[in-house]
């Protein structure tokens, strides 16, 4: 946050006795808990498991309720949840200014509430943090769990990402990718699959449950249950999943007061459950207990995404002299559907395909920082230099060549060279480079209120995955693979 925005911050809230320094962002409450910090972990209410489960009444139309803010949380997409808008939320906590970000975890609210009918358990099944590969996966060894236990897992291998990998391997690889936490994927594989306490697998070829034609493997089905887990906990976190079906075609519409990690788990069980089955898995019988059984309680309240959040200044990933192409708009970092996290550009060229970029028209890097992965998988450079790909800002880009593309462990400045783009890593049918963010290992969505801004340019939504536009001081560039003049951007504009 910069120091204008900090004082308009400030000045908003005197009355409710929020606080800034320098450093922190430390906010008090009459008759609460003492202050934390909104840039460090801390413990709060913002997670806690709810022991008795709150009952829900009919509320009056636009009743003010009470909501304590959890990781992540904007103004839209709680309107969305609670069937309200950002105006009513603004009017009920005057101290919230207009341009806020994320919400402080723990941060008491009141929002008008517009009720609708079958609003889903409000019992927590897993916390944000326990959900994404970030700060409390820290220290975490796969390897070395795995070989604790006496499941089918720890002799499992398979061909996966251009190499064999044992089971180990197979979940880190999965959580790495999908910035899911390899103890959760651990957690389903030993729920649906008994892989760390039976010696053989189940005999059915879908071991997760999900039927589709060649995607039988335990690999493929766990990739399969990352894809299924990220479009659940992105669609709850930017508002726009608000209700879906099981297998029975009931109707599931997540409480208001949830977590984005227990909604994403309603929503991969009602994939493959419905009834009974459906009600045990998502309960506290069901997989929350094997998680614990596995890792203890998992409910720390770690502060994954602090309040008033804001992104680094980044640049365009391509030298300020040259002009590329806007080829695809916002769509997923990894894999298909949520979350829509990524944008796509393209170097000049005579014509459309895979191709080999002229030796001009190289990436540079959007920051400066510390490169922790350049695989076919991708390249990511994290901010903070920590060298750990899962705490903080983290810039990542897929589809770079394997010639010349930078080295892990290399530092960087912004504009940098980094690489070239090609067709390589994921499906491309022309030569791109794909650039997306991360901070403290979950996707930044784009369809949020923390906007992608590169050298000015704000990317914004379109009517459907890869559509959309880039805007800057009136100027407005379009996403297309046709690369025509409407797609052209300008490293230098204006």
């Known amino acids: 946050m910069n120091k204008n925005k900090n004082f308009r911050f400030c000045s908003l809230i005197v009355c409710a006795s929020l606080i800034l320094s320098a450093c922190n962002l430390q906010v008090t409450y009459p008759n609460t808990p003492p202050p934390f910090s909104a840039t460090q972990p801390s413990a709060s209410s913002a997670n806690a498991g709810p022991t008795p489960l709150p009952t829900r009444q009919n509320f009056n139309p636009g009743e003010l309720v009470d909501y304590v803010a959890q990781n992540g949380d904007t103004l839209p997409a709680l309107a969305a949840r609670f069937n ?6 603004l009017q009920a906590n005057a101290f919230i200014p207009r341009d806020a970000t ?10 008008p509430i517009y009720y609708l009918a079958l609003w889903a358990s409000p019992y927590k099944i897993i916390p944000d943090d326990a959900f994404v590969d970030g700060p409390t996966a820290i220290g975490f060894n796969t390897a070395s769990f795995i070989q604790e236990k006496s499941g089918w897992l720890k002799t499992y291998r398979v061909y996966a990402g251009g190499q064999w990998r044992s089971g180990a391997e197979m979940v880190d690889y999965v959580s790495l990718n999908y ?34 034609q060649y995607w039988e493997s335990p690999y493929l089905q766990l990739v399969i249950a990352a894809n299924t887990l990220n479009n659940g906990y992105y669609g ?18 997540p409480d208001p007061w949830q977590n984005a990690g227990s909604v994403a788990m309603q929503y991969y069980f009602a994939q493959l459950y419905s009834g009974d089955t459906y009600a045990r898995a998502t309960g506290a019988e069901g997989f929350s207990q094997t998680y614990a059984s596995l890792f203890g309680d998992p409910w720390s309240n770690y502060e994954l995404i602090p309040g008033s959040l804001t992104q680094p200044d980044l640049i365009l990933p391509f030298p300020s002299d040259q002009i590329w192409s806007y080829t695809g708009g916002p769509h997923t970092g990894w894999g298909t559907g949520s979350p829509l996290a990524a944008i796509d550009l393209a170097p000049p060229a005579d014509g459309s395909g895979c191709f080999l970029a002229d030796e001009k028209n190289f990436a540079v890097s959007m920051s400066d920082g510390l490169v922790v992965r350049s695989s076919i998988d991708g390249v990511a450079i994290d901010f903070d230099k920590d060298g750990d790909e899962r705490t903080g800002w983290v810039f990542f880009y897929l589809h770079l060549a394997i010639e010349e593309r930078i080295l892990t462990g290399t530092e960087v400045h912004q504009g940098d060279k980094i690489g070239y783009p090609s067709c390589v890593g994921g499906h491309a049918t022309g030569t791109h480079v794909h650039i997306a963010r991360k901070y403290n290992g979950e996707w930044m969505t784009i369809d949020s209120a923390l906007p992608f801004v590169l050298s000015g340019w704000t990317a914004r939504l379109g009517s459907r995955e890869y559509l959309g536009t880039l805007t800057k001081a009136g100027a407005v560039v379009r996403a297309c693979d046709c690369g025509d003049a409407y797609t052209a951007i300008s490293g230098s504009y204006p």
Request: net charge positive; aromatic share 8%; no cysteine.
């Open 84 to 89: 309200t808008t950002v105006e009513e939320i």
């Open 102 to 111: 994320t919400m402080p975890p723990g941060m008491p609210m009141k929002i």
């Open 179 to 212: 910035s899911i936490n390899p103890k959760l994927l651990l957690a389903l594989l030993e729920y649906q699959g008994g892989a760390l306490t039976q010696s053989q697998p189940p005999v059915k070829k879908n071991l997760l449950g999900f039927k589709r």
């Open 236 to 253: 709850w976190r930017t508002g726009k999943l608000l209700q879906f079906d099981d297998t029975a075609k009931f109707l599931i519409r």
